[in-house]
C-alpha cells in the first residue's frame, strides 16, 4: 500500500490504501453496506470506486 510513517503518524501517499469488505443477506445489501462504511472513512485526498459490484449486479438482475 502507499503508507508512510510521518512524524509517528501513518500517511497515504497516494495509490489504493485500503479496502473495503462488507457482507450481505444478498448482493445488493453486501453493497449497500460498503458504500455505508466507506461513508464513515474520511482522509485528505481520499477517492474511492462508485461501482462496486455493479457488473456482478448486472448478470444478477439481467433478464434470463
Known sequence: AAT???????VSVG???????ALGS???????RAYE?????RFEGMTYRKDIGQRALAKLHAPR
Do not use: H, P, Y
Not at 508512510?4 to 501513518?10: F, S, Y
Open 26 to 32: 444478498n448482493l445488493d445489501a453486501a453493497v449497500q
Open 4 to 10: 508512510a510513517m510521518r512524524d509517528g503518524k501513518l
Open 37 to 41: 462504511a466507506i461513508s464513515k472513512i
Open 15 to 21: 495509490g489504493r490504501v485500503l479496502g473495503v469488505t
